[in-house]
Nanobody
Framework: QLQFVESGGGLVQPGGSLRLSCVAS????????VGWFRQVPGKEREAVSC???????DYADFVKGRFSLSRDNAKNTVVLQMTNLKPEDTAVYFCAASDMCRRHLTADDFGSWGQGTQVTVSS
């Protein structure tokens, strides 16, 4: 059974950077697309980015040019590098698996959700 553990969140000042890791266990990650989502209290989970099995990547408009997604199948890990962080990036960040990165990313297409890692951007 595929399971994810996210890490790397924390408190950072606006303009700062964080590196989130999503480590998989139970199944080889090479057969899955992996998406990152985020959620704030009272709002729906929103898609941030996705990386496919061929390392193709998609990003939400609000993170393009600031976030970068990569994968290391040998380590069963996906990394979300976040730069130039803004207060509105504050959220719990989750990773999850799907068969592919669809044109319109929705949480319903993903499963095996991790527990999330909190990112807080504040001065």
């Amino acid at each position: 059974q595929l399971q994810f553990v996210e890490s790397g969140g924390g408190l950072v000042q606006p303009g700062g950077s964080l590196r989130l890791s999503c480590v998989a266990s139970g199944v080889s990650l090479e057969y899955f697309a992996v998406g990152w989502f985020r959620q704030v209290p009272g709002k729906e989970r929103e898609a941030v980015s996705c990386i496919g099995t061929r390392r193709n990547t998609d990003y939400a408009d609000f993170v393009k040019g600031r976030f970068s997604l990569s994968r290391d199948n040998a380590k069963n890990t996906v990394v979300l590098q976040m730069t130039n962080l803004k207060p509105e990036d504050t959220a719990v960040y989750f990773c999850a698996a799907s068969d592919m990165c669809r044109r319109h990313l929705t949480a319903d297409d993903f499963g095996s959700w991790g527990q999330g890692t909190q990112v807080t951007v504040s001065s």
